[in-house]
């Protein structure tokens, strides 16, 4: 509960638009998230993070399928968006990204969106959710979480464009939250994560 606090209160500084400690919510999640695995000394076959099971965690019921969601939500969310905002979202999306991804350098993006999902995923589904729902109720730690992660996506901008990437963003959470749900492992929503956001990064790279 404690490092679940720190997170809401790093992310919640995201709403002085000036702040810049909320992506440090991300590094209090992975720590957090080792200190308990340990102090529990929780099992392997019991961790949010495994990567000798992801053979057949992937093969659980609906799991794939909501692996490749976020692919379609996120063309979806650009699409709309843009006719929406006239164009305007692609460019706010780019520009709150800009900071943290070389768009100019395919081989160091790829490699920062993989490690960036990955951080993400360990801190918000393995920890926050993960450990969360062994205290309460499943859908409370998903919604909680979810908002907590969104808006540490909150940048400057048009407020119209800033609540609608914001809504995307939760939304997507959701569905990372119910891929954890389903398959017990983040490595699985960490992958539906980094295929969701290469699809979204090539889109707008292409198309918008």
Known sequence: MTGAAIMILLTATK??????????????????FFIVEAAAKTPNAESG????????????????VWALLPCVSGIASLTAGNLIFDGEFAAHVMGRTSSILSFDKTALLIGQVT??????????????????AKIFPFWLCAVVSSLAFAAGHIASGN???????????FIDSLIFSEIYRRSGNCVISTFSHILGNAVSIAAVLIFF
């Open 49 to 64: 993070l495994r990567f000798n099971t992801i053979a057949e965690d992937i093969k659980r019921p609906g799991v794939i």
């Open 115 to 132: 490690i960036a999902s990955f951080g993400e995923e360990i801190a918000y589904r393995g920890f926050f959710l993960g450990k969360g």
């Open 159 to 169: 407020i119209g464009v800033v609540i609608y990437d914001v809504a995307g963003v």
């Open 15 to 32: 709403i002085v638009l000036s702040s810049n400690i909320a992506g440090y919510s991300v590094l209090v999640g992975i720590a957090f």
